[in-house]
């Protein structure tokens, strides 16, 4: 089967699967594992991020998305020349990866599996369907994922609980939504500010102190750790403000962002540091 994937978690489970030699294109956000960024990338940013802060990406994005332009620039030539089996897409959040409406009129004729996940069990069930759809046993992975899972929640609920509050983005504050609350309970964390199942929405950093956390946990989206330490010492009076014992800055674009197998790896680093 020939597969290209415009949605980085997954590429990076058809990497999990063992599809890995399948997977013939990839966006220029698929950098894990290392092997998959060899492959032909098919997308490109319509805008330069690179050096805009939190304030200045929420800005920007922003005014693309009230304009009805697109974020990202994808060469649905080069995919058909690829000759793909499958494509892959999401449908959950227009700015963390290509939309699977931006491409489906353009890629009409070639299968689209659209995954759309807003928990934990609903990142799973994604990793089930694309095996499934690629003919492969999800069993091994999905046995390991869980039993991982499992390890780490009995870990955690052997602590006591701690209150925290979990920020996706920080210039403005965005509380934590979709499948990351779900970690956090696992973790023994209680976030009051948590959005189950829905999408993470702005807030102020008046609300972030008025939670009252003991633990202030960092994660941006789409921010490596270097870039996420940068833009949190560029707000560390707001996060001074908060009060918070201990703040704990993470890497979001690795971890926390991406709904593949590595939110495991997020649920044992929440426990490592809470």
Same mark, same amino acid.
């Given at each position: 089967?020939?597969?290209?994937?415009?949605?980085?978690?997954?590429?990076?489970?058809? $990497?999990?699967?063992?599809?890995?030699?399948?997977?013939?294109?990839?966006?220029?956000?698929?950098?894990?594992?290392?092997?998959? +960024?060899?492959?032909?990338?098919?997308?490109?940013?319509?805008?330069?991020?690179?050096?805009?802060?939190?304030?200045?990406?929420?800005?920007?994005?922003? *005014?693309?998305?009230?304009?009805?332009?697109?974020?990202?620039?994808?060469?649905?030539?080069?995919?058909? /020349?690829?000759?793909?089996?499958?494509?892959? +897409?999401?449908?959950?959040?227009?700015?963390?990866?290509?939309?699977?409406?931006?491409?489906?009129?353009?890629?009409?004729? @070639?299968?689209?599996?659209?995954?759309?996940?807003?928990?934990?069990?609903?990142?799973? +069930?994604? @990793?089930?369907?694309?095996?499934?759809?690629?003919?492969?046993?999800?069993?091994?992975?999905?046995?390991?994922?869980?039993?991982?899972?499992?390890?780490?929640?009995?870990?955690?609920?052997?602590?006591?609980?701690?209150?925290?509050?979990? *920020?996706?983005?920080?210039?403005?504050?965005?509380?934590?939504?979709?499948?990351?609350?779900?970690?956090?309970?696992? +973790?023994?964390?209680?976030?009051?500010?948590?959005?189950?199942? #829905?999408?993470?929405?702005?807030?102020?950093?008046?609300?972030?102190?008025?939670?009252?956390?003991? *633990? *202030?946990?960092?994660?941006?989206?789409? $921010?490596?750790?270097?870039?996420?330490?940068?833009?949190?010492?560029? #707000?560390?009076?707001? @996060?001074?403000?908060?009060?918070? /014992?201990?703040?704990?800055?993470?890497?979001?674009?690795?971890?926390?962002?991406?709904?593949?197998?590595?939110?495991?790896?997020?649920?044992?680093?929440?426990?490592?540091?809470?």
């Amino acid at each position: 089967m020939r597969i290209v994937s415009l949605l980085p978690s997954a590429t990076e489970s058809l $990497f999990a699967l063992g599809l890995g030699d399948q997977v013939v294109g990839v966006t220029h956000e698929c950098d894990f594992p290392p092997e998959a +960024a060899a492959r032909p990338i098919v997308t490109r940013s319509t805008l330069q991020l690179d050096r805009l802060d939190s304030a200045g990406i929420e800005a920007v994005v922003s *005014l693309t998305a009230l304009e009805g332009r697109s974020l990202y620039d994808v060469d649905t030539e080069a995919i058909r /020349a690829l000759e793909p089996d499958l494509v892959i +897409a999401q449908d959950v959040c227009r700015v963390c990866a290509v939309s699977a409406a931006e491409v489906a009129p353009e890629l009409a004729g @070639i299968r689209i599996l659209r995954q759309h996940p807003h928990s934990l069990d609903d990142v799973l +069930a994604d @990793i089930d369907e694309l095996a499934d759809a690629c003919c492969a046993d999800p069993r091994p992975l999905i046995r390991s994922l869980r039993a991982r899972i499992g390890a780490a929640s009995r870990t955690a609920h052997e602590l006591p609980p701690v209150r925290g509050v979990f *920020l996706e983005w920080l210039d403005p504050p965005y509380r934590a939504g979709h499948w990351t609350p779900d970690l956090l309970a696992l +973790a023994g964390i209680e976030d009051p500010l948590g959005r189950p199942g #829905v999408a993470s929405v702005a807030g102020s950093w008046a609300e972030v102190a008025a939670a009252r956390p003991e *633990l *202030l946990i960092l994660a941006p989206c789409g $921010f490596d750790q270097r870039r996420a330490e940068a833009e949190a010492a560029r #707000v560390q009076a707001a @996060i001074d403000s908060v009060g918070a /014992a201990r703040v704990v800055v993470l890497d979001g674009s690795s971890y926390f962002n991406r709904p593949g197998p590595r939110l495991v790896d997020s649920l044992e680093l929440l426990i490592a540091h809470r």
